[in-house]
């Protein structure tokens, strides 16, 4: 029975099912999917489809993305958001135009992704960050869950200067601090020059680039052992993805 946290999969159906076979996936498994299921690659309609089935066979715990909301908006009331529509959201909707689903089912799967999740372990999983120095639950501004990038930042600052070189314990890492581990996608590894699951201080970014050039990965959050889908262009080579 293993706990493994899936990276942004941004429409790359192909990369997922690639992937969950490399890494073995059986029903006894745990499945934490990091957010941003769609736009990107052209099957996120069918992504999404997929993931309300599996969701019947094991255990499933989906965290919302910033893409989620802006899709999510879309399929409730017609709203297509600017910035959505050029970084994906385009090929998002020419997957739903392409499809027969039903509206109200994938509805509820979007109205079902949580902000976060925090096991038994204190191991907090979310999309992207939170600034509320006494934690998720005391966040103030709930976007923050699927938009932010200062926790990174401030992870990969630590990892830089290390712990030893501040001083005062009160100017460290007070929200890293709250966690035993943090787990979060959103901002792509390969911006900081790695094409795999990255550590920094205790938080570890899982999303490796897929909706970009890089993959997909999967990572065992006991062992760290990871798995990896091949690049999504070579998976999509007609398509361009949001590399744009």
Excluded at 20 to 33: G, P, Y
Aim: net charge negative; charged share 25%; with cysteine.
């Amino acid at each position: 029975m293993r706990t493994l946290a899936i990276g942004d999969i941004h429409g790359g159906f192909k990369a997922l099912v690639q992937v969950l076979k490399r890494a073995n996936v059986t029903t006894s498994d745990t499945l934490i999917f990091m957010g941003d299921y769609v736009d990107g690659w052209s099957e996120s309609a069918e992504l999404v489809e997929f993931l309300i089935d599996l969701n019947t066979k094991q255990n499933c715990i989906f965290i919302r993305g910033n893409h989620d909301v802006w899709c999510h908006e879309w399929l409730m009331d017609g709203h297509i958001n600017d910035a959505w529509y050029r970084h994906g959201g385009k090929e998002t909707i020419e997957s739903y135009e392409r499809i027969s689903f039903d509206k109200e089912q994938h509805i509820e799967f979007y109205d079902n992704l949580e902000n976060y999740s925090l096991d038994a372990k204190n191991r907090l999983f979310l999309h992207a960050g939170f600034t509320s120095m006494l934690g998720v639950e005391k966040e103030f501004y709930p976007k923050n869950f699927y938009f932010d990038r200062t926790l990174i930042e401030t992870a990969v600052l630590v990892e830089e200067i290390g712990l030893e070189n501040i001083k005062k314990e009160q100017h460290g890492p007070r929200r890293l601090s709250l966690y035993t581990e943090i787990y979060i996608g959103h901002t792509p590894t390969i911006r900081y020059g790695t094409s795999t699951p990255m550590k920094a201080h205790n938080l570890w970014d899982i999303d490796t680039g897929a909706a970009f050039t890089g993959k997909l990965s999967i990572l065992d959050v006991d062992t760290k052992e990871f798995w990896q889908s091949d690049p999504l262009p070579e998976l999509y080579p007609n398509e361009t993805g949001r590399n744009k």
